[in-house]
């Protein structure tokens, strides 16, 4: 490695301790991170908060409408006032102005019927602002679990590639001593490539891990620290999971609102078979008008009666098209509950397949290891070949990265289930957002930090191929 390499290598070792003391991110602030600027939970948020103006808006109905008008203008009249005044038509500058009041009292139910319409419509919006951000905590908890699985696997490369390293060097000497064979330094250079390649493939994997992350969070991974297991905050039982869930989960009760919905709105438009009253008080004041000169004005107190008795069929037909939108929606909450069941039974069967499964990889990386030492001491006093060597030390590698897989999907099945039952965020402590958010004022940091990294390799962009030795400055630089 020559002089420039080293620094770099320095001054990235450096930036990534001084970034992982003063940045470092546990799971539970991400996820508020993720709530906080994500756009899908704020498009749900905004919705809510137009949700509860609608009901404030049908609210007003209950409360009475005051109109003021005024106007003044040309008026040319010729009428029974003006020819019995002498006139065949008078010129006048009109002048009026008039103040009603109008309190419903009496209109069918209707506005007790949009109140409680847009109050489920507002109830169903809040369970979605709940239902999306769950689901968002949860990719959050994927992206999270996914850099930490990466950067393992990526160090596990590493380590991997330097045990082939290792290998290597021990049979070049040999080979040079005259007591090992050039198509043995080959298979173990050859190997060694293979490792390498692994490497890179894993740093690139990381990479892909990093975008996703910043995509969900709106910032890049900084020294993520271990996910705390949830397993004690489980139910014993998928059946005990499953009643949970049909009481609580949020996108359930989204549903059942909307059905709630509906069966206000059937209400709301049946109110067209009564009829209606309302109290009208008005005055009004004129000059002026109708081609006689003069003052006019009149003060009127009155309940009045407003009921129709043919429409042409629309009300009937909108009384059958809201019975249908009822069914419609009790179909799409009952469809939402085999959605919520489904997912939860795959969520409790993925953490018990996991569970077992980490017994038995546990025990297959330690067989592995133990065959490995075994292995390594035989292939010195030649009693093993040069394959079997190579073999055990790549199955070493391989049940390592299957245990590390194993434990991330059985970290990863905990979570899904607690979303399957909607208890994630409660059970994490993590608020669900309530204003509008920033908006644009996003925009600018999240340009900013998009083609940046987190990752230290990313400062090694220099490779070298000495000839003799393919990758090896390469591997050493990445490590």
Known sequence: ??????????????????????????????????????????????????????????????????????????????????????????????????????QMLFDGYATDSEVARHNARQASAGYRVAGVSQNTALETVNAYLTVLQQQKLLQLSGENLEAHKRIYEQVKLRSEAGIGRSSDLEQVRGRRASADASRLADLANLRDAE???????????????????????????????IQAALAEHPTLLSAQADVQSAVAQKSAAENSFYPHFDLEVGSTWGEDQDGVAGVDKDLTAMVRMRYNLFSGGKDKARQRQTAHLINEAKEVRNRTYRQVVESLRLSWTAYEATQAQLVSLKQHLVSSQKTREAYAKQFNIGKRTLIDLLNTENEVFEAKRAYETALSDNRYAEYRILVGMGRLLSELGVSVPKGPGSGDDNLKPYAELAPKSALASEFMVDRRDDGSDAGQDAGRKNN
């Open 211 to 241: 975008s996703a992350y910043l995509s969900l969070v709106g910032d890049l991974p900084r020294d993520l620290q271990p996910v705390p297991s949830l397993k004690s905050r489980l139910p014993d039982s998928l059946d005990a999971a």
């Open 1 to 102: 490695m020559n002089k420039k390499s080293v620094n770099l290598v320095l001054m990235a070792s450096l930036w990534g301790l001084v970034s992982a003391q003063v940045s470092a991110t546990t799971l539970d602030e991400a996820i508020q991170q993720a709530l906080s600027g994500n756009p899908n939970v704020r498009v749900e948020t905004n919705e809510l908060l137009s949700r509860m103006e609608d009901v404030e808006q049908a609210k007003a109905g209950y409360l009475p409408n005051i109109d003021i008008t005024a106007g003044i203008g040309y008026e040319r009249s010729d009428n029974s006032s003006t020819r019995s005044a002498g006139y065949n038509h008078r010129d006048l500058t009109r002048k009026e102005a008039a103040i009603n009041l109008q």
